[in-house]
């Protein structure tokens, strides 16, 4: 019998922590980010700081997930599945969520619906052609978005006014609309290069009443730097 329980005590001392490798690493950086945004609201941020983490259970015992995603801390990783579709049942207080290299194909209007907690989404690398208008009506905390690698032919209509950083490189997009960033005071980073855009793609007022502190159109098919129809900055 000593010698038994001798043998789980062993065990026990030897056996390695139950936190995930990448976890505390993950959240460390999102929570420099946050500070670095200067953002006071406490539920704004992706990981409330209200909310006391377990160091040794950071996971729920019954998680909600999507099958074959990762679900920890409010952040869903669904990346390199082959997905071809946004899937279901993501969790409500999802704070990240993760969907680049996948195969999907249209961003339809319920796919987000009830994220109001969302905080950065990575559509990276799919076959993306079509995103309803109605598609982030929920997702009023919305902070990032990134759509890089993908076939849109124009920039997301009704994007949330929250949004500071919008990356869409490499797609098939030749026109700004006028209304595509009213209203967006909080946008601060917008990455589209790699795009048809000509001088007359961008519509005067494209950018009213918005500051950018960067921008990139490198490799579309400006023959002059549209001075009257940038962002102030």
């Given at each position: 019998?000593?010698?038994?329980?001798?043998?789980?005590?062993?065990?026990?001392?030897?056996?390695?922590?139950?936190?995930?490798?990448?976890?505390m690493t993950l959240k460390n950086m999102m929570l420099?980010?946050?500070?670095?945004?200067?953002?006071?609201?406490?539920?704004n941020s992706l990981f409330?700081?209200?909310?006391?983490?377990?160091?040794?259970?950071?996971?729920?015992?019954?998680?909600?997930?999507?099958?074959?995603?990762?679900?920890?801390?409010?952040?869903?990783?669904?990346?390199?599945?082959?997905?071809?579709s946004v899937p279901s049942n993501i969790p409500f207080d999802t704070r990240m969520l993760d969907l680049q290299n996948n195969k999907i194909k249209e961003i339809k209007e319920n796919d987000f619906k009830g994220l109001t907690s969302?905080?950065?989404l990575i559509l990276n690398n799919n076959k993306i052609t079509k995103i309803h208008p109605?598609?982030?009506?929920?997702?009023?905390?919305?902070?990032?978005?990134?759509?890089?690698?993908?076939?849109?032919s124009e920039i997301p209509l009704n994007l949330p006014k929250s949004l500071a950083e919008l990356r869409i490189h490499d797609n098939k997009v030749k026109k700004i609309q006028k209304e595509t960033f009213k209203g967006m005071n909080a946008l601060h980073v917008l990455e589209m290069s790699a795009n048809p855009l000509d001088n007359n793609g961008i519509e005067p007022?494209?950018?009213?009443?918005?500051?950018?502190?960067?921008?990139?159109?490198?490799?579309a098919k400006l023959t002059s730097i549209p001075k009257d129809n940038l962002p102030s900055f």
């Open positions: 019998m000593k010698e038994c329980v001798l043998l789980v005590f062993l065990a026990l001392c030897s056996a390695k922590p139950l936190l995930h490798p990448s976890y420099q980010d946050m500070e670095d945004e200067g953002d006071s609201d406490a539920d409330p700081t209200r909310e006391p983490v377990n160091p040794f259970f950071p996971f729920d015992l019954f998680p909600m997930c999507p099958f074959g995603c990762q679900c920890y801390s409010r952040v869903v990783h669904c990346s390199d599945l082959g997905l071809s969302l905080y950065a109605k598609a982030f009506l929920t997702t009023k905390k919305l902070r990032r978005v990134y759509l890089s690698h993908n076939q849109l007022g494209a950018f009213e009443g918005v500051t950018v502190f960067h921008v990139r159109i490198a490799e």
